[in-house]
Structure formats: C-alpha cells, structure tokens
C-alpha cells in the first residue's frame, strides 16, 4: 500500500513537470496569451466545468478571487437552466474539461461567441511538441494528452477551419506554425493530432496533458485535475504579481479567519472613545491614578487637545517612586510624563504593532493619525486574539 502511496505521488509529480516545462517552453506564448487575456478583463472571470474538472473549477475561481482578480464559478447545467445571464461582454471564460467534450460545456459556445466573450480553455488535448515534431509524452496512450496553444509573432493561435470537421466537432488538426525563439532556432512545434471541440473553439488552449492518471485503472481523474489545478495556481499568481497585488491587499480580501486575525489591522483592534484612558498635562498625579486604574490598561495618554505629548505608565510610576516617594503625588501628568512615546499608525499590521513591542519591551503602543493626533491605544493584551502571541 505504502508502494502505491508513493506511486500516485510520483506521477502526480512527473505531471506537473512536464507541465512546468511547456509553460517554460512550448507553452510560454499561449500561456502569456492567458495570461493577458485575464489581466485586460473589464468583467469577470467566468470559470465552468464539469465534475471533477468542475470541482477544479471552483477552487481557481476563488483563488483568482482571492487575489485581486474577480472571478465566479459558473456550472454549466445551471447556465443551460438561465444562469448565462452571469456572463456579459468584458467577461473572460476559462472552461475547463479533460476530453474536451463535454457536453454541458459545448451547449454554451453559441452563447459565449454571440456575447463575443473571450475563451481561455484548460483541456486533455496534447497539442505542444518539441522542435523534432516528438510527442510531449512519447509515454503516454493516444486516449492521453492536453492542449496548449501557443501565438506565433503578435498572432495568437488559431485553428484552421479547414482542419476541423463540421461546426467544429472533434478531428480538427492542430497547427505547425515555425515558432522559433529569439536566437532564431526552431523553438516549439504542434503535434499534428486530432483536438477537442473546446480547444477547437477557444481564443487559448492551454495544454493539461498528462502521460498517465495516477489511478490503477487509469480512470479516476487524478494526475489530470492536479495539473488543472497547478496551472490554474500559475494564471492566478502571475496575474497578482502583474497587478501588482500586496499584503496589505490580501489582507483586505481576508477579513474572517485565522488568516484575517494573523492580518488585521491596528485600528480594528484599539481602544477608543470612553475606552481610551487619557489626561492633561496639567492634572494631578492622584487622577492620572486613577484614570489608569479605571481604565486597566497600566497607562495613560496626555494630550493637549487631540495631540498627543507624552504617556505615563505603571512603570514610570514605580521608578519615581522609588526615587521621589511620596512627593510623586504633588506631581503633575506633565511632570511625570515620558516624551515621545512609541506610536504607530492605525493602517499598520498587528504584527507590526507586535514587533515593535519585542523590539522596544513594552506593553502597548499609541495609535496617533498622520499629524500626531492621538486616535486609540493598542494593548499587548489586545493581540492575543489575533493568535499572534
């Protein structure tokens, strides 16, 4: 068992590869294409499949979602049943299907050409070769294989009507352009096999190929829907790095969970209003007690107006104390203060907020605006809940 463990793992890994290497290589033009496609997208990203293709699907849906590019899943027997009304012009439609020949996907073509929608499609359909016009999976049985389509110049690829059987139906061929890459040598060809109606039909195939499913039958999607998956990571990341997209970014896109408390932000987590202990500098030391202890947070802001001018804290009670005695309580809250505490900015991460604590072996921080208004107070107490302690 352990053997076969192991077995499914290795060919999972060879997949994606082989797929590493076509995005590197023979698929780099098509790949870009997507890539382009997706970035100038004035909509949305319309993601449909079927079954487990369709599982697949959801995930890439979300995660483009997650990272800066709005995207939906889109099942293709809803929309069949009135849900194509979710794609309009200035969509994109990534479909993806192993054969290539799903039926529920090929009933939307019509639609998605009349909306004249863009079609990026992830298919089994081996369509990338070598140089030498070798299979990309000399390996692999001919019911293998997936689709890549690569442009050639500033041309984006397309298939020969000539090539295809009527209206598009299987037995299309794919083409042989030169490709040639930027030394002149010959760079990538098209195996010259029959491809799925999909691929036929989309601005983008993208090659999914795989010399074998992982399953011992060679039947369970397996191999094929991890690289689905893997290349649908690839478009989703190299799209958040062309948008330029940041934590920050990411963090606003996650506000619940254990990856929303690991990125929330300062003000989400500070004391403000009646909760905010705060004098003047002009108050006597047995307020400035008694502000702190009402407020239990072993510290007070002192403020003029909204400005923030100094903090006083359990510690530097203790230590004049120790050096005054009792004479600290003729004192003032401006006598006793400590100028020019360490603040930080609202916007900033907890963990930002955390790290400065370590660095400086405090308890809390001030949160002041821009031009040094004082806005809240954040406590050490108050990033437990984030998990970060």
Same mark, same amino acid.
């Given at each position: 068992? +352990?053997?076969?463990?192991?077995?499914?793992?290795?060919?999972?890994?060879?997949? =994606?590869r082989?797929?590493?290497?076509?995005?590197?290589?023979s698929?780099?033009e098509?790949?870009?294409?997507?890539?382009?496609?997706?970035?100038?997208?004035?909509?949305?990203?319309?993601v449909?499949?079927?079954?487990?293709s369709?599982?697949?699907?959801?995930? /890439?849906?979300?995660?483009?979602?997650s990272?800066g590019?709005?995207?939906?899943?889109?099942h293709?027997?809803?929309?069949?049943?009135?849900?194509?009304?979710?794609?309009?012009?200035?969509?994109?439609v *990534?479909?993806?299907s192993?054969?290539g020949?799903?039926?529920e996907?090929?009933?939307?073509?019509?639609?998605?050409k009349?909306? &004249?929608?863009?079609?990026?499609?992830?298919?089994?359909?081996?369509?990338?070769?070598?140089?030498?016009? !070798?299979?990309?999976?000399p390996?692999?049985?001919? +019911?293998?294989?997936?689709?890549?389509?690569v442009?050639s110049?500033?041309?984006?690829?397309?298939?020969s009507?000539?090539g295809?059987? &009527?209206?598009?139906?299987?037995?299309? +061929?794919?083409p042989?352009?030169?490709?040639?890459?930027?030394?002149?040598?010959?760079?990538?060809?098209?195996t010259?096999?029959a491809?799925?109606?999909?691929?036929?039909?989309?601005?983008?195939?993208?090659?999914?190929? /795989?010399?074998?499913?992982?399953?011992a039958?060679?039947?369970?999607?397996?191999?094929?829907t991890t690289?689905?998956?893997?290349?649908g990571?690839? @478009?989703?990341?190299?799209l958040?790095e062309r948008?330029?997209?940041?934590?920050?970014?990411?963090?606003? @896109?996650?506000?619940g969970g254990?990856?929303?408390?690991r990125?929330a932000?300062v003000?989400?987590?500070?004391?403000t209003?009646?909760? @905010?202990p !705060?004098?003047?500098?002009?108050?006597?030391?047995?307020?400035?007690?008694?502000?702190?202890? &009402?407020?239990?947070l072993?510290?007070?802001?002192?403020?003029?107006?909204?400005?923030?001018v100094g903090?006083?804290?359990?510690?530097?009670?203790?230590? =004049?104390?120790e050096?005054?005695?009792?004479?600290?309580?003729?004192l003032?809250a401006g006598?006793?203060?400590?100028?020019?505490?360490k603040?930080?900015?609202?916007?900033e991460?907890?963990a930002?907020? *955390?790290?400065?604590?370590?660095? +400086?072996?405090?308890?809390?921080?001030?949160?002041?605006?821009?031009?040094? !208004?004082l806005?809240?107070?954040?406590? =050490?107490?108050? @990033?437990?809940?984030?998990?970060l302690?």
């Amino acid at each position: 068992m +352990k053997n076969t463990g192991e077995n499914v793992v290795r060919i999972e890994a060879e997949a =994606l590869r082989a797929l590493a290497d076509r995005i590197g290589g023979s698929m780099a033009e098509a790949f870009q294409h997507a890539v382009d496609l997706l970035y100038g997208c004035a909509g949305r990203v319309v993601v449909t499949g079927m079954g487990k293709s369709g599982l697949i699907a959801r995930k /890439i849906a979300a995660t483009l979602s997650s990272t800066g590019t709005p995207a939906l899943y889109l099942h293709p027997v809803e929309a069949l049943h009135g849900d194509l009304g979710m794609v309009v012009r200035g969509d994109v439609v *990534l479909a993806l299907s192993a054969s290539g020949e799903t039926e529920e996907i090929l009933a939307l073509l019509a639609t998605i050409k009349r909306l &004249r929608v863009p079609l990026i499609a992830m298919t089994g359909d081996e369509i990338c070769g070598d140089a030498s016009g !070798r299979d990309s999976h000399p390996s692999k049985g001919p +019911k293998g294989g997936a689709a890549s389509s690569v442009r050639s110049g500033n041309r984006s690829p397309h298939f020969s009507r000539k090539g295809r059987a &009527r209206n598009g139906a299987p037995g299309a +061929k794919t083409p042989l352009p030169a490709a040639t890459d930027a030394g002149g040598g010959a760079r990538a060809t098209y195996t010259n096999k029959a491809i799925s109606t999909l691929a036929a039909a989309a601005e983008v195939a993208l090659d999914c190929s /795989i010399a074998q499913e992982a399953c011992a039958l060679g039947l369970a999607p397996t191999a094929s829907t991890t690289t689905m998956l893997a290349l649908g990571d690839a @478009l989703a990341v190299t799209l958040s790095e062309r948008r330029g997209f940041q934590e920050e970014d990411f963090a606003n @896109l996650h506000p619940g969970g254990k990856l929303g408390k690991r990125l929330a932000r300062v003000e989400s987590l500070m004391h403000t209003g009646e909760a @905010l202990p !705060r004098v003047k500098p002009s108050t006597k030391m047995p307020d400035v007690i008694y502000e702190m202890s &009402r407020k239990k947070l072993g510290v007070t802001a002192v403020v003029e107006g909204e400005r923030l001018v100094g903090i006083v804290s359990d510690g530097d009670l203790r230590r =004049l104390l120790e050096k005054r005695g009792k004479d600290v309580m003729d004192l003032t809250a401006g006598e006793a203060m400590t100028r020019d505490p360490k603040t930080i900015s609202g916007g900033e991460f907890a963990a930002t907020a *955390l790290a400065l604590m370590e660095e +400086k072996k405090i308890t809390s921080l001030m949160v002041v605006d821009g031009v040094g !208004r004082l806005r809240g107070i954040v406590h =050490l107490h108050d @990033l437990w809940s984030t998990e970060l302690v």
